[in-house]
């Protein structure tokens, strides 16, 4: 199965979350969500009315009342670096997500891991690596990561990421 863009941005931007300090189950939440905003950017966002007032998620994942009202009361903006995604927390986790549904890292795995076939922790050290050549001031810019980091890569690693599942 082919490597894509979407699964190169979303494998740079958890690798990126990473060493900006997420631990490993949000760095998947946010490179997943970050993924999935851009992938909507670029193809138009729908045209809605701004909201009266900011209501909290109805989060669709299956959970106990009781944890989905807890949960729902975590509901923030959570930033890195100068970029700004909406958070919860379950089980003490920060998660990431759009509208009302939570990227979890099952759909990281789902999404992006399982593209990879066997190669995907080769990938991640690879992304891992990359990012960390750059200087932490470029790596919190939303801007400087997109031009920077992943840009110049995008299509390199797609076409390299595609022949580690071939191998």
Do not use: H
């Given at each position: 199965?082919?490597?894509?863009?979407?699964?190169?941005?979303?494998?740079?931007?958890?690798?990126?979350?990473?060493?900006?300090?997420?631990?490993?189950?949000?760095?998947?939440?946010?490179?997943?969500?970050?993924?999935?905003?851009?992938?909507?950017?670029?193809?138009?966002?729908?045209?809605?009315?701004?909201?009266?007032?900011?209501?909290?998620?109805?989060?669709?994942?299956?959970?106990?009342?009781?944890?989905?009202?807890?949960?729902?009361?975590?509901?923030?903006?959570?930033?890195?670096?100068?970029?700004?995604?909406?958070?919860?927390?379950?089980?003490?986790?920060?998660?990431?997500?759009?509208?009302?549904?939570?990227?979890?890292?099952?759909?990281?795995?789902?999404?992006?891991?399982?593209?990879?076939?066997?190669?995907?922790?080769?990938?991640?050290?690879?992304?891992?690596?990359?990012?960390?050549?750059?200087?932490?001031?470029?790596?919190?810019?939303?801007?400087?990561?997109?031009?920077?980091?992943?840009?110049p890569v995008r299509d390199k690693l797609a076409k390299q990421w595609t022949s580690l599942t071939r191998e």
């Open positions: 199965m082919a490597v894509g863009r979407f699964q190169v941005m979303a494998t740079l931007q958890a690798a990126r979350a990473f060493i900006l300090g997420l631990p490993m189950d949000s760095a998947k939440s946010w490179g997943l969500n970050r993924a999935i905003f851009y992938a909507a950017a670029k193809r138009g966002f729908k045209k809605v009315q701004p909201p009266k007032e900011i209501i909290l998620p109805r989060i669709k994942e299956k959970m106990k009342p009781e944890l989905r009202e807890k949960v729902v009361k975590t509901f923030k903006p959570y930033t890195l670096g100068d970029e700004m995604a909406y958070s919860v927390k379950i089980n003490d986790k920060t998660y990431f997500l759009i509208g009302d549904r939570v990227q979890t890292p099952e759909d990281f795995s789902r999404q992006i891991e399982s593209r990879f076939g066997e190669n995907f922790e080769q990938a991640w050290e690879e992304a891992v690596n990359y990012c960390r050549k750059y200087d932490e001031g470029i790596l919190r810019s939303q801007r400087y990561f997109y031009e920077m980091v992943y840009k």
